[in-house]
Structure formats: structure tokens, C-alpha cells
């Protein structure tokens, strides 16, 4: 299987700061990556796929990048209703679809 | 609207089996993969299996291999995790998902889970 690496695990960030997340893929993947939300309580949300396509209903502040195996979600301007944790996945194998380990993100 | 519910969690012994539902609705089922997505206390989100459309590609993680069986039943517009020989690490949040496509494209709609607790 595909391992995803993702960094920092957990980050703490004031409101309107700019926010990056890397994700790391064990072997080239293309731009097969998702990217999601999961807050606590709720299920798993969609933000990006294959890389940098944004999900409807998603607001512009998230940005996804990258190819090959170097990803990147860029939050442009927090805001107190993005602390959740944040997961990369690649979609480039057939399942599993690996997830990253995830990074938490919340408000200084 | 499109909602999936799943259901067939709770307290199971170690060793035994069970079966998880996930009815669908508010879109067309036949023309979706769908996924199994689990996260247990305190842990990450983990891709357990996932099923293409029509059933002819499967996957599952290395974590159920051998133990789990993902399938469809698209006149009844559900999804089934079948669950044997488990064990307490199998205790998570399992997730029913939708696929954005026929394909894997990732899991653009999630229910809201049901509970399996594995424990003697």
C-alpha cells in the first residue's frame, strides 16, 4: 500500500493566519491526493480532490497543490470554525485509499 | 437528499462475527463505488474497503484481509461490511462513503456511522 506522511501532526494558529499542511506520498501518486475535514462529533467532510480541485460548497481560503508526492492544503485567513483535524488520502491505487495520519489544527 | 444510514454495530466478543448495513438514497446507487471507512478511539481516519460499482474491483486494508467481506446489493440500494474473527483493535466508528465516481475517487458523501465495540 501507499503510505501517506503528513506534517506537523498538530499546529496552533491565530485567526486570519495562514495555515499549511504537507502531505507526503511513499511513491509518485501523480495528483491523486484528496484532502478532508473531520471535526469532532461530525463525519468526514471533502475539501479537495486530486489535488487541488475544490469541493462545491467549500469556501475559497482552502487552497490544495502539489504532484508527484509533495501536497500541500494552504488555509488562507483561519477562521474559529476551521479547527478540525485535516487528513490527506491518496486515490491512485485501488482500495485501500490510504489516509494521511492526520494534523490538528486549532486557534491560538 | 442524499443520505446514507448505517447500522448492525455494538458489543461483540472477540472471535465472533457481525454485519454492518448502510442503506442509501437520494441518488442513483448502481452508478457509485462505495467505501467502508473506520476511525477508532483516539486514532486516524483508516480506509478499510471499498467496493467499485458493479462489484467487479474490491480492495481492503492489510489490517481485515481475510476477515472482511465488502459487497452490494444495488436493487436494494445497500452497502454490507461483513465482519468475522474479530478483534479488539477492529473497535472503531465505521463509516459508510460514497464515492465521488464508478471508480475511487474518494468519498465525497459519509454517513454518520455506527459503533462496533469488540470486547470480551
Known amino acids: 500500500d501507499i503510505q501517506m506522511t503528513q506534517s506537523p501532526s498538530s499546529l496552533s494558529a491565530s485567526v486570519g493566519d495562514r495555515v499549511t499542511i504537507t502531505c507526503r506520498a511513499s511513491r509518485n501518486v501523480d495528483s491523486y491526493v484528496n484532502w478532508y475535514q473531520k471535526k469532532a462529533g461530525e463525519a468526514p467532510k471533502l475539501l479537495v480532490y486530486t489535488a487541488s480541485t475544490l469541493q462545491s460548497g467549500v469556501p475559497s481560503r482552502f487552497r490544495g497543490s502539489g504532484s508527484g508526492t509533495d501536497f500541500t492544503l494552504t488555509i488562507s485567513g483561519l477562521q474559529p470554525e476551521d479547527v478540525a483535524t485535516y487528513y490527506c488520502?491518496?486515490?491512485?491505487?485501488?482500495?485501500?485509499?490510504?489516509f494521511g495520519g492526520g494534523t490538528n489544527v486549532d486557534i491560538k | 437528499e442524499v443520505q446514507l444510514v448505517e447500522s448492525g454495530g455494538g458489543l461483540v466478543q472477540p472471535g465472533r462475527s457481525l454485519r454492518l448495513s448502510c442503506a442509501a438514497s437520494g441518488f442513483t446507487f448502481e452508478d457509485y463505488a462505495m467505501h467502508w471507512v473506520r476511525q477508532g478511539p483516539g486514532k486516524g481516519l483508516e480506509s478499510v474497503a471499498g467496493i467499485s460499482w458493479n462489484s467487479g474491483n474490491l480492495g481492503y486494508a492489510e489490517s481485515v484481509k481475510g476477515r472482511f467481506t465488502i459487497s452490494r446489493d444495488n436493487a436494494k440500494n445497500s452497502l454490507y461490511l461483513q465482519m468475522n474473527d474479530v478483534r479488539p483493535e477492529d473497535t472503531a466508528l465505521y463509516y459508510c462513503?460514497?464515492?465521488?465516481?464508478?471508480?475511487?475517487?474518494?468519498?465525497?458523501?459519509w454517513g454518520q456511522g455506527t459503533t462496533v465495540i469488540v470486547s470480551s
Open positions: 462513503a460514497k464515492d465521488r465516481g464508478l471508480g475511487f475517487g474518494g468519498m465525497d458523501v
Open positions: 488520502q491518496q486515490i491512485y491505487t485501488s482500495p485501500p485509499l490510504t
